[in-house]
């Protein structure tokens, strides 16, 4: 398989950004492979990702960082480059809705996704089996009503000793703490069973159904403290009529959720998604 280096970029828009770092790289040896810009012309926002076949650049990802820091500095970047040898460690979150984490880890074992999953955290034993089937660590951290403070601080326990770059909530049915939320800032994924902004909170589904919609769907996000109002990643839809009821809404929606949660979820393990205020550019 190819090694690559990424190089993520966002900053204040100007000319000859693009020449420069193109410039930059070819005077280095550097074969660029996949190249993607965007100026946002509302708020003179830049943003650019690249991949670079790392063999042809000739050195390690730490010395090209740092013959590319003055650059960085010069345009005022925000940039990250990322080694695709340095496999990303997922954390993947649960409670007993099994379609989402199913669908991971089968895409996971087909190499489509190109993380090593390091756990997964539940506040119910009922996935248990089915992850350590896959050889997988199983954490059961219960939450109970009157005590969450003790449970998110284990959570947090073990995300620090796992070493997760990334945290996935596959239909993790709890709220995080404001101050988790933070901390881990763009690293935790969600799917949530609505076309956000519509329908956020609980029972989605009921709620467009009593609304009488035409269609439902869902939509992977960055969590933040405000529940379900984090940047969005990526959506889809399924088309529903008068048929349908309550249950129909919610099989067809598993549907759509596994499949909008592995898109999301990939495109951030490729550096695919920069943040920008509350929203992302996705270069998919």
């Not at 770092?21 to 005077?27: L, P």
């Not at 040896?29 to 990702?49: N, Y």
């Not at 010395?63 to 650059?71: D, N, T």
């Not at 089996?129 to 947090?156: C, M, N, Q």
């Amino acid at each position: 398989m190819s090694h690559y280096y990424r190089l993520v970029v966002s900053c204040p828009d100007r000319v000859g950004i693009v020449s420069r770092v193109s410039g930059f790289i070819a005077g280095h040896g550097g074969s660029i492979t996949e190249a993607s810009q965007h100026s946002d012309l509302e708020t003179g926002r830049f943003f650019m990702r690249y991949e670079i076949l790392a063999d042809s650049i000739g050195m390690p990802p730490e010395a090209l960082r740092e013959a590319f820091a003055p650059i960085a500095a010069e345009f005022e970047m925000t940039w990250a480059l990322t080694d695709t040898r340095s496999r990303p460690r997922v954390v993947l979150m649960v409670s007993k809705e099994s379609h989402c984490l199913v669908d991971l880890l089968y895409r996971w074992t087909a190499g489509e996704l190109d993380c090593d999953i390091a756990a997964v955290i539940s506040n119910h034993e009922a996935m248990r089996g089915l992850v350590e089937w896959h050889g997988i660590a199983y954490h059961h951290v219960p939450v109970t009503a009157d005590d969450k403070s003790t449970a998110f601080a284990e959570v947090e326990r073990l995300v620090e000793e796992l070493r997760a770059d990334c945290i996935v909530l596959a239909r993790y049915m709890q709220i995080l703490p404001p101050a988790l939320c933070e901390r881990f800032a763009g690293r935790v994924i969600n799917i949530h069973h609505s076309f956000l902004p519509s329908f956020a909170g609980a029972k989605p589904y009921h709620q467009a159904y009593e609304r009488g919609v035409k269609l439902i769907g869902a939509t992977c996000h960055y969590v933040t403290a405000e529940l379900d109002a984090g940047p969005i990643i990526e959506q889809d839809i399924h088309r529903v009529s008068h048929c349908h009821t309550p249950s129909d809404l919610v099989r067809f929606g598993r549907d759509v959720e596994k499949a909008v949660l592995a898109r999301g979820l990939r495109w951030h393990l490729e550096d695919r998604v920069l943040i920008h205020g509350n929203k992302t550019v996705v270069f998919a």
